[in-house]
């Protein structure tokens, strides 16, 4: 075989700009696999799994892995790698006024009201606090924080008279403005406070598909309807928003929360009507919740679209049942929807140390896709900006060559008619791989369930 594994200590880049790198790679003639990573332990592992010979390394070391089919394609990747990297190299530094060194300097320069923190997850603490200690509300995008630190962080902005949104809160609409992955949402009465960020956003996606838009979406976090977090941040979000003129309607998006987490949260005395997405058995599922609302709103409830697959027609009994997905939220619906069968989220915090969230970065689960021989996927793909640009030029091969396989997909697609990504679009190319498409993915899991024998 004709690889080149390097490690370089001591050389950083973000997920992102080296998944980009490795996306580079992969198209150059006669590259087969190309990784390009930090070198946790996940990436090393799959680096390995790919028939790498992988020298010791550790997290902080840049991890180059490339194959191609012979000696001088080989060389030509490696030049492609130099000029990558040297192309998205990060400044060697700047003319004129030094750029502040600190998050509450930052916010005196600036005049900020808001901070958005996304670096790895043990220094996330350090930056929000200074966040909050200069008395801006904060969006913890970074995952991985000690939910001890969570806590404090939460007691101490409160007391501060300000807003944790996080850790982990990957979406977030704050006066119009996207933070995080954030779909293109019409202003409207409707506000959000979410501990889940693909909730809020299959939510929001359904609502504005129905012609209803949102004043602000605030998420607070995977963790803040536990028993440990108690709800700190989701308080404080709603009375926030209680007290907003805007919003007309409040909707309260979760994960299975502690049942005694959302009673305290339920009770609470506001003026503003909540409806609750509390996701657990026996619960709603967000389509529901978000066509409870439009009731409330008086509005009529639309046929959710959907893209069927012709070769699905009547099938029954297709086979196991498993679930590939990228937004936490949306596994554990679908799991409780589909009732059986066997779900990963790869959104979750073991799968994203040191690379790109899957709704960037789609390796893992293209993996986890070509090792499926039989029986049926069920798949999500979430629009919006900060998510993959165009995820059906992956997905829509994957899917074509599972479908040859004789394995049944089913994918629900989240976004709205102003993604840039193009919702119909997206949704037309992977349903012409042999894919059927819901935008409810309530609906994608009950017809997955079905082609399963459920």
Not at 180 to 209: E, I, K, M
Not at 279 to 305: C, F, I, N, S
Request: hydrophobic residues 45%; proline residues 6%; charged residues 20%.
């Amino acid at each position: 075989m004709n690889d080149l594994v390097e490690v370089r200590p001591g050389v950083y880049r973000d997920s992102v700009t080296l998944m980009r790198v490795s996306r580079a790679l992969t198209e150059r003639p006669g590259v087969t696999v190309a990784v390009v990573a930090m070198a946790t332990e996940l990436n090393a592992g799959l680096a390995r799994d790919l028939g790498f010979a992988v020298p010791p390394a550790t997290p902080g070391d840049l991890l180059v892995a490339v194959r191609a089919g012979s000696p001088a394609e080989l060389e030509d990747a490696a030049a492609e790698l130099e000029r990558q990297l040297a192309a998205r190299a990060p400044a060697s530094g700047t003319r004129g006024e030094a750029p502040p060194r600190t998050t509450r300097s930052a916010a005196r320069a600036f005049e900020a009201t808001l901070a958005l923190v996304s670096v790895p997850g043990e220094h996330a603490f350090a930056e929000a606090l200074d966040a909050v200690e200069a008395g801006l509300s904060v969006m913890i995008f970074s995952d991985n924080m000690p939910v001890e630190q969570e806590v404090l962080l939460k007691d101490r902005a409160r007391a501060r008279g300000v807003l944790v949104m996080g850790p982990d809160c990957g979406t977030a609409v704050v006066g119009g403005a996207g933070l995080g992955f954030a779909n293109v949402l019409r202003p409207g009465p409707v506000g959000v406070v979410a501990a889940s960020g693909t909730g809020a956003q299959q939510v929001t996606s359904l609502l504005d598909l129905a012609g209803v838009g949102v004043s602000h979406v605030l998420g607070v976090g995977g963790r803040d309807l536990s028993a440990e977090v108690g709800g700190r941040s989701a308080v404080q979000a709603l009375r926030a928003l209680d007290e907003d003129p805007a919003t007309e309607l409040i909707v309260l998006v979760s994960k299975p929360p502690a049942p005694e987490v959302a009673r305290a949260v339920r009770d609470l005395d506001l003026a503003t009507p909540v409806v609750a997405a509390l996701l657990g058995p026996g619960q709603d599922d967000l389509t529901t919740a978000a066509e409870k609302v439009l009731r409330a709103l008086g509005r009529d409830v639309p046929e959710w679209p959907s893209w069927p697959a012709a070769a699905q027609a009547g099938r029954r009994d297709a086979g196991a049942l498993r679930g590939l997905y990228a937004g936490g939220t949306l596994c554990a619906e679908a799991a409780l929807v589909a009732g059986a069968g066997d779900f990963t989220d790869f959104g979750d915090d073991a799968y994203t140390r040191g690379r790109a969230h899957p709704m960037i970065d789609p390796a893992l689960r293209l993996e986890a896709l070509r090792g499926v021989a039989s029986g049926v996927v069920l798949m999500d793909v979430v629009l919006g900006h900060g998510a993959d640009p165009d995820p059906s030029s992956w997905l829509a091969p994957a899917i074509r060559d599972a479908v040859t396989r004789g394995v049944d997909v089913v994918v629900a697609v989240v976004g709205t008619d102003g993604d840039p990504q193009g919702l119909r679009a997206q949704a037309a190319r992977l349903n012409e791989a042999g894919a059927a498409v819901f935008t409810s993915n309530a609906a994608a899991a009950r017809h997955a369930r079905l082609l399963a024998g459920g």
